[in-house]
């Protein structure tokens, strides 16, 4: 008895050292609590002051360049800073090249720079490089593919360069950058010399011609095939004439029905406009109203007031002249057919 008494005691007070210790944790978990993180501090890093009036200038003679067509850009998709330095070198290569061209300093830094690089590709190529400026002012790679307009231009530059160097004496290298800066420059003797070292100028000079004609087959967007077509579509946008029929639809898509849409005496869009303009932005800024108000997409030397060429018949309207007759009445309406009428002998039959 005394043995089995010590066991149950002793169980006892294990089992309430237990409880109590599970008291305890709960306790001290209860009341332990989680302090707030501290928010983390902004940092605020001043910006240099050459860049904020560099990007002022930058955005300034972007706005410039963005008064002929509609605003399409937001303010975080602009990427003026480039195109800014493109038009600061047109500017400077400018003054070097038209101002004073026979001083000794105009003709060292022409010799030196651009036309020791260019040739005599280097008098065009401030307005070149003015419109290129003008170009990604209006479509930043942020928002437009450049690839194209890039490829085109490129190609442009090696065929003009190669031909001044082909018809500038073909100097090398060992004669001095004066002389290539009289010629093709350094990127004409690199493109085309070893070529009329080789085939002679006969086979240089078609192929340089050829790559000029291609470059402006890429820069403008046009098929070799649609030549005569784009042409047309040049001269009715700019002088209002009556643009070319739309394309008949592939054969493909003509089987398919197609959703019925308003017709247009101009057809779709991109078919009888011209699509170069359109890129420039100078053809885009009343699309999407005169879409709607069915008026034709007109350039902006060919609006009047109210944005059209010519407004329609409803914004002045003409009522016909008053004939003093009076409108004759409609015709009366069908009277109505009447009861059949009984058989009067059946009422004496009755």
Known sequence: MAGGTKSTTRSRASTSSRGNGTRGSSRTQATTKKLPQAAPTPVFREQNPLVTFWLAMA???GAMF????KETLEKDQRRDGFPFLLFLLAIAGGVVEWLNPTNSVSVALDA???GGLFGRLAFALPVIMIVFAGWLFRHPASVHDNTRIGIGLGILIVSIASLCH???????AADGMPALAAAGGVLGWVVIGWLVTIATAWVAVPVAIVLLVLSLFIITKTPPNKLGRRLHELYAYLFGAPAPAAEPEADAAAAEPAPRARTSKRGKKGDTDFQLFDDLGFGDEQAGADAEAGGDNVPWWRRNKSG???DPAYDSPVLPPATGVAPTAPPAAAAAPAAPVGNPNAGAAA
Do not use: A, I, K, N
């Open 59 to 61: 955005h300034g003679v």
């Open 66 to 69: 963005r008064l002929l067509g």
């Open 112 to 114: 030196y720079t651009f």
């Open 166 to 172: 082909v018809f500038g004496g073909r100097p090398s």
């Open 308 to 310: 059209r060429e010519e």
